[in-house]
T-cell receptor, first 115, second 111 residues
């Protein structure tokens, strides 16, 4: 059973540009959550998508957005990049039954560097 | 943003000893508390969880203790091995699949 796949693994972007990251969840999982990990703020929840709809949202500016496709694959987009957006972006896959489901499966992340 | 703890302490233990990693949480309304392990270059990996109406739960070589009176969570690892070296995060589940993570603790196992 394939795990959570995130692409690309590494990205270097310039301030002001935008970026799109991709996440393919485990087969059969319908919920995809995104997290930002930085040394200063740790792991912070961005948003969760289920059945192509955003179900939960964290405290990030509107420059951070996402979407989910009918096959449960998800993308997140960051527009007008700032230096502070440099981080490891992680996605987590779970079944998506609605309540707490226990184990969430994380991908290896995309390392974004903004210069 | 939301956070459980702000610092990243380091715990060094000798191989074969028991390890205890602690975490303070802030939200009494959280339903579940979870421990994750993150190795270098990898995403977090689930270790064990505990529901808020429980005090203790055991897994393979790990035990999680929950003290709701002082809002404290701990992870005990028995017979610590070099492969246990990683960053350990506690997390609270507030609703759905949203997790609020603590800052993390570095565990270093000396051989």
């Amino acid at each position: 059973k394939a795990g959570v796949t995130q692409t690309p693994r590494y990205l270097i972007k310039t301030r002001g540009q935008q970026v799109t990251l991709s996440c393919s969840p485990i087969s059969g999982h319908r919920s995809v959550s995104w997290y930002q990990q930085t040394p200063g703020q740790g792991l912070q929840f961005l948003f969760e998508y289920f059945s192509e709809t955003q179900r939960n949202k964290g405290n990030f500016p509107g420059r951070f957005s996402g979407r989910q496709f009918s096959n449960s694959r998800s993308e997140m987009n960051v527009s007008t990049l700032e230096l502070g957006d440099s981080a490891l972006y992680l996605c987590a896959s779970s079944l998506g039954t609605g309540g707490y489901e226990g184990e969430a499966f994380f991908g290896q992340g995309t390392r974004l560097t903004v210069v | 943003g939301e956070s459980v703890g702000l610092h990243l302490p380091t715990l060094s233990v000798q191989e074969g000893d028991n390890s205890i990693i602690n975490c303070a949480y802030s939200n009494s309304a959280s339903d579940y508390f979870i421990w994750y392990k993150q190795e270098s270059g990898k995403g977090p990996q689930f270790i064990i969880d505990i529901r808020s109406n429980m005090d203790k739960r055991q897994g393979q070589r790990v035990t999680v203790l929950l003290n709701k009176t002082v809002k404290h969570l701990s992870l005990q690892i028995a017979a610590t091995q070099p492969g246990d070296s990683a960053v350990y995060f506690c997390a609270e589940n507030k609703y759905g699949n949203k997790l609020v993570f603590g800052a993390g603790t570095i565990l270093r196992v000396k051989s």
